[in-house]
């Protein structure tokens, strides 16, 4: 008789090496594990993910802990109509017709200048030289902050996510995560006041003169919210636009189709959300006892739910461990909707605001590295690898190409 594998530990080195067999052996024989270092039951099945996101017995008061230590007080943690009066302040900048209007020239700008530090050059590093830099850099022109700061917003999205993503509970990261957020206050309230006395058509006025119920946002939550896009539209982003051009690179039949065909692009992002997504988990605390695959979880436990397995669980996706933009049993029109089939936005209630933002970032920056490198393909003798437990995305893209020849003042 063949021997049951051992119970995976997501905090080991080969785990973190290569996830993904350890998914398949969890959701196979162990689709709920107590996770004794974290202090939290793991679920790893699609049908019990994609429940935990959307029935709203499993709350997100984890994130008192997880996040608001860094953040203070987000949208993530609240419930109900808390909930949906403060997503309702900032989801119509990210809906489709604000988003054209307001903010896509800034969102094309941002990718041309990036683009021009190395378009004559031959070569690049996509991850240093762009993703790294993009995503952040439009969220901070929404909110009409200094782009000049970047080093400083990038460091601290960086402690941020290292706080939430601390498994293993190194004082350092959870140290300078609390730094981050007296630096953050120090830097934004004197921001957000002047904004107040002086508005403008920026995200950040927006929130400032928004009224919920016949009251403003404190300083402090705006600043909150402040923090929670930074982090949240950086990290992730930063890692779909890496992991998309990682994937397209090392299947060059689907980078050719991509390039024939633009339309392809939300395609290929999506598969590459399902296949290798920026958030591999994330946590909830059912307010009573749940029963799922493999047995039950009491009341007020912490779950992590393993987003980078359930995208591959073959009860859900055909042949899952294969990249493959084509595939009919991904439903591209949803990808960036509540409906969609892939859990890399969650679902329900906390459905992530910015998938559509990320998409526009995506389709924009996609495009304009493709028009600007011809003949692309990964450094010789380079392969991809995925780096992070918590967020996961190539350290690296080193790549070469032939120089578009120019035509006009831009390409
Ligand atoms: C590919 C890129 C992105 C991925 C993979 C991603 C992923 C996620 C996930 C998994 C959640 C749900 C968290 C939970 O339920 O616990 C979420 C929520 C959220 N995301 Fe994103 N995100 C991305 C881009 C963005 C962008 C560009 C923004 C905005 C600048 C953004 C802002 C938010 C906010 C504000 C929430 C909280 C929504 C709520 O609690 O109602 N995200 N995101």
Not at 81 to 104: Q, T
Not at 106 to 118: K, M, P, Q, T, V
Not at 280 to 307: D, F, K, N, W, Y
Not at 397 to 404: G, H, R
Request: glycine share 8%.
């Amino acid at each position: 008789m063949e021997a049951a594998p051992e119970i995976p530990d997501i905090l080991s080195e080969e785990f973190t090496a290569n996830p993904y067999p350890s998914y398949r052996i969890m959701q196979e024989y162990f689709p709920l594990v107590w996770h004794e270092p974290t202090k939290s039951y793991i679920i790893s099945r699609y049908e019990d993910v994609s429940r935990a996101f959307r029935d709203q017995v499993f709350t997100t008061a984890n994130y008192d802990w997880q996040l608001e230590p860094v953040h203070g007080r987000t949208i993530l943690q609240l419930s109900g109509r808390e909930h949906s009066v403060r997503r309702a302040l900032v989801a119509p900048a990210f809906r489709g017709s604000e988003l054209e209007e307001k903010f896509l020239p800034s969102i094309e700008r941002n990718a041309r200048e990036l683009i021009d530090g190395f378009r004559d050059s031959g070569s690049a590093d996509l991850v240093a030289d762009f993703a790294t830099h993009f995503p952040v850099n439009v969220i901070v022109d929404m909110l009409g902050l200094d782009k000049g700061d970047h080093a400083r917003f990038h460091g601290w999205y960086t402690s941020i996510i290292g706080f939430l993503g601390n498994l293993a509970g190194d004082p350092e990261v959870t140290a300078a995560g609390l730094r981050t957020r007296e630096e953050l206050a120090a830097y934004m309230i004197p921001v957000i006041r002047e904004r107040r006395a002086h508005p403008g058509g920026d995200l950040l006025s927006a929130l400032c003169t928004a009224e919920i119920d016949g009251t403003q946002m404190s300083d402090e939550d705006i600043k909150a919210f402040v923090s929670l896009l930074l982090a949240a539209g950086g990290e992730t982003t930063d890692k779909a636009m890496a992991s998309l051009f990682a994937n397209l690179l090392q299947h060059p039949d689907q980078l050719e189709a991509v390039r024939r065909d633009r339309g392809l692009i939300p395609r290929a992002f999506a598969e590459t959300l399902r296949y290798s997504p920026p958030v591999h988990m994330i946590m909830r605390q059912p307010a009573e006892e749940v029963t799922v695959s493999g047995g039950t979880i009491p009341a007020g436990s912490t779950v992590t739910c393993l987003i980078g397995a359930a995208n591959r669980d073959p009860r859900r996706f055909a042949d899952p461990d294969r990249f493959d933009i084509f595939r009919d049993d991904l439903d591209t029109a949803n990808a960036f909707s509540a409906a969609a089939s892939h859990l890399s936005f969650a679902l329900g209630r906390h459905f992530c605001v910015g998938a559509l933002l990320a998409k526009t970032e995506v389709e924009v920056g996609a495009g304009q590295l493709l028009d600007a490198m011809p003949e692309l393909r990964l450094r010789d003798g380079f392969t991809p690898g995925e780096r992070g437990v918590f967020t996961r995305g190539p350290a690296a893209l080193p790549v070469e190409f032939t120089p578009a020849v120019r035509t006009g003042t831009t390409v």
